[in-house]
């Protein structure tokens, strides 16, 4: 049963940076890579951007970019995501994804990411 | 960015009844394959988001029949034909088509 894993809930100051990891299992991780969606207190979702599965290739959201970096560690299975520069506004539930079959239809359970001095 | 837009907000049904969400597009996301790169997922009380229908109209593993989508272009409609107790959830269309994917606001449907 394919599944991912995050990593728990972190509480940064502003201007830190923080990094969630998100484990796969049960499905070919390498062949889709992983996506990363965020939800806002109260929010709806936003994408944050998809890395490769050998790092070859990523893709980030316009409003993350040079903020953000996500990798992937294959010989383990990880997924990363280092969001920098936190703001108050970073607070929200962090998510990864990945593909099995077709668009993100494999989810971790979330990351609570909460931003205060 | 390609702006996506559901309604209504929040959707109070009976169970049995049938239920309707609306999700536009401010541009076509018909690919020259003849797919529409549209997505939907739900996300329930307390749980992670999951796949509900992908390009279009396909229903991901485990999804019952009573969803359907249907539409074409910039408007489409998610349908339940006959609601139940355990459809309850916060529902997102989010279209494929271009990068970034973006999101609909979402529609809460909560049982009467």
């Known amino acids: 049963q394919a599944q991912l894993v995050q990593s728990g809930a972190e509480v940064k100051k502003p201007g830190a940076s923080v990094k969630v990891s998100c484990k796969a299992s049960g499905y070919t991780f390498t062949n889709y890579g992983i996506s990363w969606v965020r939800q806002a207190p109260g929010q709806g979702l936003e994408w944050l951007g998809w890395?490769?599965?050998?790092?070859?290739?990523?893709d980030y959201a316009q409003k993350f970019q040079g903020r953000v970096t996500m990798t992937t560690d294959t010989s383990t299975s990880t997924a990363y995501m280092e969001l920098r520069s936190l703001r108050s506004d970073d607070t929200a539930v962090y998510y990864c994804?990945?593909?099995?079959?077709?668009?993100?239809?494999?989810w971790g359970q979330g990351t609570t990411v909460t931003v205060s001095s | 960015d390609v702006v996506m837009t559901q309604s209504p907000l929040s959707l109070p049904v009976t169970p049995g009844e049938p239920a309707a969400i609306s999700c536009k597009s401010n541009q076509s996301l018909l690919h020259s394959n003849g797919y529409n790169y549209l997505d939907w997922y739900v996300q329930k009380p307390g749980k992670s988001p999951q796949l509900l229908i992908y390009l279009n109209s396909n229903r991901a593993s485990g999804v019952p029949d009573r969803f359907s989508v249907s539409g074409s272009g910039t408007h489409f409609t998610l349908k339940i034909s006959r609601v139940e107790a355990e459809d309850v959830g916060v529902y997102y269309c989010m279209q494929a088509l271009q990068t970034p994917p973006t999101f609909g606001g979402g529609t809460k449907v909560e049982i009467k």
């Open positions: 890395n490769g599965p050998h790092n070859g290739n990523r």
């Open positions: 994804a990945g593909r099995v079959l077709y668009g993100m239809d494999v």
